[in-house]
């Protein structure tokens, strides 16, 4: 219940009028969105156990997903480069525009006030305990990803950076 209270909390906040879903499921590295019209935040198995600070931090981030539509976007993306996987060109962009949708939703989680530091080590833990050497959904946390996290971590920490929506 309290999730389910700040998950709505933080949805009026960003101005997301559909209703969000919670779903804990039974695997320990699966940590997504789902959905367009009835979306849903995916939970590893071991969420039931994480920080009221923790769930907040993940719940920005992924409302700020759910916000964007990144979803449909993301399964566009991976449509067109299923259709031209022979032009490099649609390889970078794809990638380029991952990295970019994780950037823009790091930077709507520190303009809801949590920390950089607080942030980067819960997203170090949350790798940590959501990244297994043998996943199924390796790519569905793309915030495991080794050179994806470090690059994701100098930005939360660097105070320079205009986190400002254009």
Same mark, same amino acid.
Do not use: K
């Given at each position: %219940?309290? !999730?389910?209270?700040?998950?709505? +909390?933080?949805?009026?906040?960003?101005? $997301?009028?559909?209703? $969000?879903? *919670?779903? @804990?499921?039974? +695997? %320990?590295?699966?940590?997504?969105t789902?959905?367009?019209?009835?979306?849903? #935040?995916?939970?590893p198995?071991?969420?039931?156990? !994480?920080s009221?600070?923790?769930?907040?931090?993940?719940?920005?981030?992924?409302?700020?997903?759910?916000?964007?539509?990144? !979803?449909?976007? /993301?399964?566009?993306?991976? &449509?067109?480069?299923?259709?031209?996987?022979?032009?490099? *060109?649609? !390889?970078? +962009?794809?990638?380029?525009?991952?990295?970019?949708?994780? /950037?823009?939703?790091?930077?709507? #989680? *520190?303009?809801?006030?949590?920390?950089?530091?607080?942030?980067? &080590?819960?997203?170090?833990?949350? &790798?940590?305990?959501?990244?297994? +050497?043998?996943?199924?959904?390796?790519?569905?946390?793309?915030? &495991?990803? %080794?050179?994806?996290? @470090?690059?994701?971590?100098?930005?939360?920490?660097?105070?320079?950076?205009?986190? /400002?929506a254009?």
């Open positions: %219940p309290d !999730w389910n209270a700040m998950i709505r +909390t933080i949805a009026a906040a960003y101005g $997301v009028r559909r209703e $969000v879903r *919670l779903i @804990e499921t039974g +695997t %320990p590295d699966l940590l997504a789902w959905g367009v019209r009835r979306p849903s #935040v995916l939970l198995s071991h969420a039931g156990g !994480w009221p600070e923790r769930m907040h931090a993940v719940l920005c981030h992924e409302l700020a997903h759910i916000r964007r539509h990144d !979803w449909i976007v /993301q399964i566009t993306a991976e &449509a067109l480069r299923t259709l031209l996987w022979f032009n490099p *060109l649609i !390889w970078i +962009t794809c990638t380029r525009l991952r990295r970019a949708g994780e /950037q823009a939703c790091d930077d709507a #989680v *520190l303009g809801r006030g949590v920390a950089p530091r607080d942030y980067a &080590a819960h997203l170090l833990d949350l &790798a940590r305990s959501c990244r297994s +050497t043998h996943s199924r959904w390796a790519s569905a946390v793309p915030m &495991a990803h %080794p050179s994806t996290l @470090e690059r994701r971590i100098v930005a939360m920490l660097n105070p320079r950076l205009n986190r /400002q254009l």
